[in-house]
């Protein structure tokens, strides 16, 4: 008789048998790959532990992919050691979360693997992003919280509504406010019953004139005007639909006017033809030129009002009326004779105020303005020159009345909104009697100064 034909033999290979069955079916239903040792070891911090146990499972999106190894303390906290199926790919973003199974207090490890292109976690290394996760207890702390607050709600409610505290709270003065109020409005209703009553009686007697209007069938009644009117609006909409037809067809003039392009055309010349005289008009400066000066030899006082006209950057036009104290000089001898013999001649020069014209025309060339025209009711030329970039300094040389030429300088600054000084001589080559050295102020103002001293008026 053979070994392996003995029933001993056969009760031990089925013995062995089972077990290995046993064995291999345990290990595949187990949560910890590292039966296997197909795993990848990690471990993380938590506050809290409670409800884990070694063996919890690890899952990732709801799918167990791991074990629990150990829980320890580790720097007052509790260390997880977990251990993952290899193919998991965990990054160094990966993030770990305590969840709850159920609501009996177990517990489990939610792992998120992280960014695919971040650096792959080492075998063994810390996991650094934990979540809490919402638990139970996290909800019976939320939920003591507000009962809390609502406890302390309702004792400042309870206070504020009692008669000692109203006005302690803003709740409570509401609340007296609004009782103080429907006491006033229960008193006024009481006192003005029969105006209220009459009130009431006109509302009524104003909805029954309105209804018996409105229900009016007769001839004149609204009914009829009403049906009226609106056979009227519906015929003048259809001819403003006809007319509109008719436009579009380009009949009569106003659809000639829109359907001609030669038409069209020609009013869009006049159009931009007229914006051009706007913006030319919007570019123009306009400016007015007040000042005064005093004459040192005459003893007087010259003065000017003038407008000062720039369409453009390069040409300006200037108007001015001047009120000269020596517009007119006259000389007198004195002869004193003493035997027929002259002894002494007494010189009287004698200055009289006329009032002049200036009609300028000028161009400007960088820091140079060339101008000439009409200066002082005479023929006459001059040249402005400004150094710098802001033209506050100017120096000014004007000729004119030639049969006894007048050459005159002048230098000014011009100061904030407008105000200027000045300084000059008047008759340089001394061939009239005026020659005078002179000094004085003005305003020039812009278009732009008169805006801003508008603005800052306190009027």
Do not use: C
Request: no cysteine; glycine share 10%.
């Amino acid at each position: 008789m053979s070994f392996f034909t003995t029933a001993e033999f056969k009760v031990g290979a089925l013995v062995v048998g089972i077990g290995a069955l046993i064995a291999l079916m345990s290990m595949q239903v187990s949560d910890d790959p590292s039966f296997l040792g197909r795993s990848k070891k990690a471990w993380f911090y938590l506050d809290n532990a409670n409800g884990l146990t070694k063996g919890s499972a690890i899952r990732s999106a709801g799918i167990p992919v791991g074990a629990i190894k150990d829980i320890s303390l580790s720097e007052g906290k509790a260390r997880i050691d977990v251990s993952v199926k290899s193919d998991v790919p965990l990054t160094r973003s990966a993030q770990v979360e305590m969840r709850a199974n159920g609501i009996l207090g177990d517990k489990y490890i939610e792992i998120t693997p992280g960014n695919p292109t971040d650096p792959g976690l080492e075998d063994g290394g810390q996991i650094a992003n934990v979540k809490t996760g919402g638990s139970l207890d996290d909800v019976m702390s939320q939920v003591s919280d507000i009962t809390s607050s609502l406890k302390e709600v309702s004792k400042h409610l309870n206070e504020a509504t009692a008669e000692d505290g109203t006005n302690k709270h803003i709740l409570g003065r509401i609340v007296q406010n609004m009782e103080k109020l429907t006491g006033d409005l229960s008193q006024m209703t009481s006192e003005n019953k029969e105006q209220i009553g009459e009130i009431v009686d006109q509302v009524h007697n104003i909805t029954g004139t309105l209804d018996d209007l409105v229900n009016d069938e007769s001839e004149t009644g609204f009914k009829k005007t009403w049906k009226n009117s609106m056979a009227r609006i519906d015929k003048s909409l259809k001819n403003i639909e006809e007319i509109t037809d008719k436009v579009n067809k380009g009949e009569g003039t106003l659809g000639k006017l829109i359907s001609d392009e030669k038409t069209a055309e020609d009013v869009s010349s006049a159009i931009e033809g007229l914006s051009g005289l706007v913006d030319t008009a919007n570019k123009t400066t306009t400016a007015f030129d007040f000042n005064g000066y005093y004459l040192d030899n005459v003893e007087a006082a010259k003065s000017s009002i003038g407008i000062h006209i720039q369409p453009g950057l390069d040409r300006f036009y200037y108007l001015g009326l001047i009120d000269d104290p020596a517009g007119v000089v006259e000389r007198k001898n004195t002869l004193t004779e003493s035997n027929g013999v002259s002894t002494s001649v007494d010189e009287t020069t004698t200055f009289k105020s006329k009032t002049k014209f200036t009609a300028l025309f000028g161009k400007n060339i960088y820091n140079f303005s060339f101008k000439g025209g009409l200066i002082e009711n005479s023929g006459g030329i001059g040249i402005d020159y400004s150094p710098f970039k802001l033209h506050r300094l100017k120096f000014s040389i004007e000729a004119f009345d030639f049969d006894n030429t007048n050459l005159r300088s002048t230098i000014s600054y011009k100061f904030r909104y407008g105000f200027y000084v000045l300084a000059g001589y008047n008759d340089m080559l001394h061939n009239t009697d005026a020659q005078s050295a002179y000094a004085g102020a003005g305003l020039f103002l812009t278009n732009d100064d008169l805006k801003l001293l508008l603005t800052k008026s306190p009027f």
